[in-house]
């Protein structure tokens, strides 16, 4: 398989078997590795069902709600070890990430790239959104972008696609943050090894069904972290001291 597509769920019993299927009929060569935190909703009984009748869908299992970022680490961190993938993309269970657009993600990763779902190019945008939280996303990526003088428009996005070897040098088991938060962390950690980025445009759905998991903490963690990045963090801008 060429691309391993990390998919952290929690709650998504609905939308996992579209989005697989969805997935799987694209032309890529892709294997979907699901991340379950044990959903109450049963998600992971039914990731199991689906991966018994399909190869190419694999599952992990944690025992509980450890959150998202930790997920995606944790998914890519063992699609590293147990896959021969060149490609390692990630998106949300919930469809607010539309399939159609992983092939220009993996288009750009192919060529070494760091390839990043934007809502914030030309092209890209936010559909069934009020004006606040409109202004809340915006202002987080300019929040983000700014403190931590980053090249990047959208960073509190999940839908990506990492080359290999950025990924393996990205030292994921040391990331500060559990939460979405570790989101812009990696970007910036890849900023700081010199990775070159392209944002792909997309246009972000609220999601289709289901309950959002984004908790005032969560966010809090997120505006804190940013600071913890800028001034104590492992990794560093390569032109800053
Ligand atoms: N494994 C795991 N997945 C999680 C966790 N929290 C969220 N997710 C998944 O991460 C993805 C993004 O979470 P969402 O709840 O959609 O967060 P959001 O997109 O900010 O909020 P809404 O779309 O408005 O609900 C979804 O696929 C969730 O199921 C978690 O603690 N563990
Ligand atoms: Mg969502």
């Given at each position: 398989m060429e691309t391993i597509v990390v998919i952290p769920t929690y709650n998504e019993a609905d939308n996992i078997p579209e989005l697989t299927r969805a997935l799987l009929d694209l032309d890529l060569d892709l294997g979907i590795l699901i991340v379950d935190d044990n959903s109450p909703d049963g998600t992971g009984r039914l990731a199991d069902e689906l991966a018994a009748n399909e190869p190419r869908i694999m599952v992990r299992h944690r025992p509980?709600?450890?959150?998202l970022g930790t997920a995606y680490a944790q998914g890519f961190a063992w699609a590293l070890e147990n896959t021969n993938a060149s490609l390692f993309a990630q998106m949300d269970?919930?469809?607010?990430?539309?399939?159609?657009?992983l092939p220009d993600l993996v288009a750009a990763a192919r060529r070494g790239l760091v390839a990043i779902g934007s809502r914030?190019?030309?092209g890209g945008g936010v559909k069934n959104w009020g004006l606040g939280r409109r202004i809340l996303s915006r202002g987080a990526s300019l929040y983000v972008g700014t403190i931590l003088a980053?090249?990047?428009?959208?960073?509190?996005?999940?839908f990506k696609c990492w080359p290999r070897a950025v990924l393996e040098r990205l030292?994921?088991?040391?990331?500060?943050?559990?939460?979405?938060?570790a989101l812009s962390e990696m970007t910036y950690r890849a900023h700081c090894m010199g990775c070159k980025f392209q944002e792909v445009p997309i246009i972000f759905e609220d999601r289709r069904v289901g309950q959002s998991k984004l908790t005032p903490a969560i966010a809090l963690e997120a505006m804190l972290n940013v600071w913890r990045l800028r001034f104590q963090g492992r990794f560093k801008p390569r032109n800053r001291p």
């Open positions: 509980g709600k450890l959150g269970a919930d469809f607010s990430h539309h399939p159609s657009v914030y190019v030309p980053l090249p990047v428009n959208d960073l509190t996005g999940a030292e994921l088991e040391t990331l500060q943050a559990g939460g979405f938060a």
